[in-house]
């Protein structure tokens, strides 16, 4: 099986994930998180499907179904845990998400309309 990466490596990708919920600010599907996370090339899919796991076990997004689709928002701990190592996110995948998501954001809106 291959690995997941380093200790660091699995945690900065759990903070991509963070951010990017605070960023768009509403609650996004299983496919949105997919289809944005993949587009972008931050992470692939058996990385990105093992940190929402672990993100939604730990508390750090609440999880949610609704007509027969997951939905994630970032939590209160979550909400902390971005504050406490924000640092810790590297600068350029912080500008490609702040720069993205107005955007996404729009297209998510349009989506469900």
């Not at 990466?5 to 605070?22: D, P």
């Not at 972008?40 to 179904?65: K, P, T």
């Not at 027969?68 to 939590?75: A, D, E, P, W």
């Not at 504050?83 to 349009?110: C, E, V």
Request: no cysteine.
């Amino acid at each position: 099986m291959e690995s997941l990466g380093s200790t660091n490596e699995i945690a900065q990708n759990k903070l991509i994930l963070l951010y990017l919920f605070k960023k768009i600010e509403i609650p996004l599907s299983s496919l949105q998180v997919y289809k944005i996370i993949l587009e972008n090339n931050f992470m692939n899919y058996f990385i990105l499907q093992h940190s929402l796991d672990e993100l939604a076990e730990q508390g750090m997004l609440d999880s949610s179904r609704n007509e027969g689709r997951h939905f994630y928002r970032l939590s209160g701990e979550g909400e902390k845990m971005v504050g406490l190592f924000l640092n810790k996110l590297p600068l350029g995948i912080k500008k490609r998400i702040d720069n993205s998501a107005k955007t996404i954001r729009k297209q998510i809106r349009n989506e469900t309309l």
